[in-house]
């Protein structure tokens, strides 16, 4: 997938300027949200490991910034850190959901989304129905989804994109709110 189909996929949940992309990998989604928020917004992009952060840090220093969001560069790993991310509009959690353990994806959704704002949103994505893998090890369907976010005190998911993955199986995006 690239950052164009990443941000059709995404397109019907961002609104708002200020959102994180949480285990950013090099970029795809980052680069979505980037397009999506214009010049007027901001993207932080959080990421522990230090090859892709350097990818994510080429990717903010692109010259194409008066078409797209502000890129800032946050190394640290969402799930064990505090990060210093509070008041946003938005979190995508992108193919990251997948690398935490099973019990512990509901305290973890609960404390990405005490750092959004009153109406802000969760966009989490993710492969459905696939089984536990070395790539995804902590799978999280959609109906499993319901069952977490319900655990994290979050409304049910609403379904807004699903398409075909490269690696197999279907992806969806699914919006969260408090």
Known sequence: MDARDAA?????????RVWAD??????????????????????????RDAGAAEALEKLARR?????RALIDVVRGDF????????????????????????????????????RLRKEGVLLVVEYDNRPRSRWVPYPIAL?????????A??????????????FGGTMYAAQLRQ
Do not use: C, K, W
């Not at 059709?8 to 708002?16: D, E, F, K, T, Y």
């Not at 509009?89 to 609960?110: E, F, K």
């Open 63 to 67: 010259r194409d910034r008066d078409e």
């Open 79 to 114: 799930a064990t850190n505090r990060l210093p991310l509070e008041d946003i509009d938005g979190i995508v959690m992108a193919n990251s959901l997948h690398y935490v353990p099973d019990d512990d994806q509901a305290p973890l959704l609960r404390r990405v989304a005490a």
């Open 143 to 151: 109906d499993r989804l319901t069952h977490v976010a319900r655990n």
């Open 22 to 47: 949480l285990g950013a990998g090099r970029g795809t989604f980052t680069m979505a949200l980037a397009t999506l928020l214009g010049p007027a917004g901001r993207v932080y992009a959080v990421e």
């Open 8 to 16: 059709q996929l995404i397109a019907p949940g961002v609104s708002g």
């Open 153 to 166: 005190g979050l409304n049910s998911p609403e379904l807004i994109g699903r398409r075909e993955s490269a």
